[in-house]
């Protein structure tokens, strides 16, 4: 669990709350039945026209990852390398064989097959860079999504708000009902900007900077298997990939 991401959270809705109840208001006014109707909604509505079911699948299934993220330890990954460029020297690349079901990423057990089965360097690279850009595209979509609903909430804060005020131009004759109608117009508003900059594009955010993390670990394995592929001395191995981590 990623206690920054959550307490970020957790302090976005207190800033709301504390801040409504200095201002002198009451944490009830924040709840309006019409103003949630129209943004929330109203910007679930967007997305579904806007992407395919597959693309928001992918996006709640990455959701999870703001608080729970993978653990990418490039260091790690390097010492992983190197053993195997021993191994391999040592037993040759059939040697490796049984590293392959040791792994549960599946992008390295399929880059240690590769190598197992006496692939040429550049068909390792060509492959696994294939994979990698495909990963990445489908990742980066799914952020994607987070980050459009933070383009698309606070617009239909400002419908809800233009709807409010409508309410309230229909009933100038009735000063009860000004009061109500002038705070639903606020509350759109809130929620709509509050969704926005506190939570989906924050959220985006988080997402892309994982997925750049993972997009360099697999570069990583990349180098690190081409190298093996080639013979290259484990020392030289380990130098080269070092630069990563600069």
Do not use: C
């Amino acid at each position: 669990m990623d206690l920054v991401s959550l307490i970020g959270t957790i302090l976005a809705f207190i800033v709301i709350i504390v801040g409504t109840v200095l201002k002198g208001s009451s944490v009830e006014a924040l709840w309006n039945p019409a103003a949630f109707v129209i943004v929330f909604l109203g910007t679930i509505a967007a997305l579904l026209v806007q992407n395919s079911g597959k693309v928001l699948k992918h996006a709640m299934s990455m959701f999870p990852l703001v608080y729970k993220p993978p653990q990418h330890q490039p260091s790690d990954l390097i010492s992983r390398i190197v053993g195997w460029s021993e191994i391999s020297r040592r037993q040759g690349l059939l040697g490796l064989e049984p590293q392959i079901d040791s792994e549960s990423d599946t992008f390295v057990r399929k880059g240690l097959q590769l190598l197992v089965d006496g692939s040429e360097p550049e068909a390792i690279r060509g492959v696994l860079e294939v994979e990698v850009g495909a990963r990445e595209h489908h990742d980066l979509a799914g952020a994607k999504v987070f980050e459009n609903a933070g383009i698309f909430s606070p617009t239909m804060g400002i419908i809800g708000a233009v709807m409010g005020l409508m309410a309230v131009m229909q009933n100038l004759a009735d000063p009860s009902k000004l009061g109500h109608g002038i705070a639903a117009a606020f509350v759109a508003t809130i929620y709509g900007v509050a969704l926005a900059n506190l939570l989906m594009l924050p959220m985006s955010a988080r997402l892309k900077a994982l997925i750049h993390k993972q997009t360099q670990m697999r570069e990583i394995l990349i180098e690190g298997l081409v190298a093996i592929a080639e013979g290259a001395n484990p020392r030289q191995i380990e130098a080269k990939l070092q630069g990563y981590l600069a």
